[in-house]
T-cell receptor, first 113, second 113 residues
């Protein structure tokens, strides 16, 4: 069965520092992978997605992620954190039938000045 | 125009009551979903409809009953509310023939007292 594991439920960085949020997936078929962001009291917004094209995927707000099949990973990075990046981040994979997304447990990103 | 809209945004009610949450999407998608986000922010799929037909029905108490009058609307009715039903309920839609990307509403926060 498809699943994703997000390592680290809480990541804290200083403004301007590198952001690295980890996601590993388990999939019996070539996966579609996603990163979503949730700001307080809001819905989820798509940051970026991997759909078997380029392995390095660029998203909104300066985020990017690299699909590494050998490591079954899809880590999210941003070179320089901003205060406005503080939010909850979710990694997701399509289920085996391709009919829904299965989400990881989320990582809370805190950014300090 | 909001792509996926849910009402109400906040709902506070007593145990044992019956309540409904409504969702509408104007993206022309053929598939709609209900996800539940618990207090630990974990997102779990509850139901999915494709062109008004139920395609995903996870292990959810039968007090929860979704209804899709047309492919642009998906409502959630909950009978005999319990304390454990307190959560944020998210509606989402997607074009199932595409990559499976979900578009989320802003959520409906249900508090059962």
């Amino acid at each position: 069965a498809q699943s994703v594991t997000q390592l680290g439920s809480h990541v804290s960085v200083s403004e301007g520092a590198l952001v690295l949020l980890r996601c590993n997936y388990s999939s019996s078929v070539p996966p579609y992978l996603f990163w979503y962001v949730q700001y307080p009291n809001q819905g989820l917004q798509l940051l970026l997605k991997y759909t078997s094209a380029a392995t390095l995927v660029k998203g909104i707000n300066g985020f990017e992620a690299e699909f590494k099949k050998s490591e079954t990973s899809f880590h999210l990075t941003k070179p320089s954190a901003h205060m406005r990046d503080a939010a909850e981040y979710f990694c997701a994979v399509t289920d085996q039938a391709g009919t829904a997304l299965i989400f990881g447990k989320g990582t809370t990103l805190s950014v300090s000045s | 125009d909001t792509a996926v809209s849910q009402t109400p945004k906040y709902l506070v009610t007593q145990m044992g009551n019956d309540k409904s949450i409504k969702c509408e999407q104007n993206l022309g998608h053929d598939t709609m979903y209900w996800y539940k986000q618990d207090s630990k922010k974990f997102l779990k799929i509850m139901f999915s409809y494709n062109n008004k037909e139920l395609i995903i029905n996870e292990t959810v108490p039968n007090r929860f009953s979704p209804k899709s009058p047309d492919k642009a609307h998906l409502n959630l009715h909950i009978n005999s509310l319990e304390l454990g039903d307190s959560a944020v309920y998210f509606c989402a839609s997607s074009d199932i023939r595409n990559t499976g990307e979900l578009f989320f509403g802003e959520g409906s926060r249900l508090t059962v007292l």
